[in-house]
């Protein structure tokens, strides 16, 4: 499940990360975007629940320098051992330049680097590098964990995927359908044993179909508007498809755009109905090849008219009947 989970504080989230252990859930994963950050909503389920395993979903690799970014890591690694894995990307202009007055600079390049930075410095090794984006003098982390964590590598388009497959030691995938897994795994080469795929799949429980759909419609003209996974969406074979709400959102009308979203991309990229259909959906992603189905809960409104007790029954309705190894 993504964390943290809206409607809840974060100093309540002790409940929420005990019904998901109760309902079946191993994973809980962090985004970061303009909420929290990615390791505090962690840090708190690692006191709180030890049986679950945790994942940032993403850490991006401009915002935080580089020993920073291996500091935060590994100090989530020595509270959790053996159940963190970090997931590093590149992010988006808006979130790095605008929001972080950071220069989004050759995305793939810096995440290569960050990536290759932190294999050797979560060793405990002492980094002394001159990397193509950035130069690192002689850092070593006073407190290197005793397990390193899997650094996993958020992609999209066939260049990160390789990079994933070559030299992370998993995949996070993002606003994709089930149908489209095999696709980006098929860049991904041969996987190595204990290789994991992550995906964040948008779930929204609800019946109301109206509701969801606009919700979805939303969402997607907000994220797939941004050129990366425009590019993504073009390369998975929806140019055709987007044309008209990429044609509609260049030209300023943003409400035109979302109504241009077509019902069936709105339905394969967000799932909704019924717990028990949501299920249904998520195991898709799990037969197309995923390991790591990740829930992003959307809010739906049975959970807005009922707050967190309703949000607590609903994660128990989706958890009954756990979807995977890793759900």
């Known amino acids: 499940m993504t964390v943290p989970l809206g409607g809840i504080a974060l100093a309540d989230h002790d409940a929420a990360y005990a019904a998901l252990d109760r309902a079946g859930f191993t994973d809980v994963w962090s985004s970061e975007v303009a909420g929290t950050d990615a390791f505090t909503p962690l840090a708190l389920a690692a006191a709180w629940q030890p049986r679950l ?20 890591a590994a100090a989530l690694a020595e509270a959790a051992p053996g159940r963190f894995s970090l997931g590093i990307g590149a992010s988006s202009p808006v979130l790095v330049r605008d929001w972080n007055a950071v ?8 995440t290569r680097d960050v990536l290759r930075f932190l294999r050797a410095a979560l060793r405990g090794e002492t980094v002394d590098e001159v990397y193509d984006t950035f130069t690192v ?38 606003w994709l359908s089930a149908d489209d897994v095999p696709r980006a795994l098929g860049e991904l080469g041969e996987r190595r044993a204990g290789f994991e795929v992550a995906a964040r799949i948008f779930v929204c429980p609800t019946e109301d179909a109206g509701y969801a759909r606009a919700l979805g419609r939303r969402l997607i003209t907000s994220y797939l508007t941004v ?10 074979g929806r140019d055709e498809v987007l044309a008209p709400m990429w044609e509609a959102w260049a030209a300023g009308d943003r409400r035109g755009a979302s ?45 807005t008219a009922g707050g967190a007790t309703a949000l607590l029954t609903l994660i128990a309705q989706l958890g009954i009947e756990p979807v995977g190894a890793s759900t």
């Not at 979903?57 to 920073?68: D, E, W």
């Not at 050129?227 to 998975?236: C, D, I, N, Q």
């Open 103 to 110: 220069r989004f600079d050759e995305p793939f390049r810096r």
């Open 227 to 236: 050129p990366a996974y425009a590019e993504f969406h073009r390369w998975l």
């Open 53 to 72: 395993r945790l994942g940032t979903a993403i850490a991006p690799v401009f915002t935080r320098g580089p020993g920073l970014l291996a500091m935060s």
């Open 137 to 174: 003098r002689r850092f070593t982390l006073e407190r290197p964990p005793a397990v390193p964590p899997p650094i996993l590598l958020a992609a999209l388009r066939p260049g990160m995927l390789r990079l994933a497959g070559a030299e992370a030691d998993g995949v996070i995938l993002n």
């Open 259 to 303: 109504a241009a979203v077509p019902d069936e991309v709105v339905d394969a990229l967000v799932l909704h109905g019924t717990p028990e259909r949501c299920r249904a959906q998520v195991r898709r992603y799990v037969d197309a090849g995923v390991d790591v189905p990740v829930f992003a809960l959307l809010p739906t409104p049975e959970v």
